[in-house]
């Protein structure tokens, strides 16, 4: 059964209310870029023809390998596989 408006309200602030401070500036900055007035613009029509290039070359000539992408950074794919994976929260 879905939330009405005041109930997802309430569930929000409930959550920011138990966040740790270190965490809370990460949500108050979503929330800032959530409300960031330049979301509402419209694309240009240099914007709409430079993303039809890259579709139209995605087309042309298929997806970038990988291992090309990290070669551009002096990087191996064994060289990736070696890099932390994402940070989580540990228990300790």
Known sequence: MALDLQQERQQAHALIDLLPPAKLGAVRSLLEVMFDEDDDEELTAEDRA???????????????????????????????????????????
């Open 50 to 92: 430079a993303i039809q290039a890259g579709l139209d070359s995605l087309d042309k000539h298929g997806p970038v390998p990988m291992e090309d992408v990290l070669a551009d950074f002096g990087l191996t794919l064994a060289d990736f596989e070696k890099l932390p994976g994402p940070i989580t929260k540990r228990d300790g």
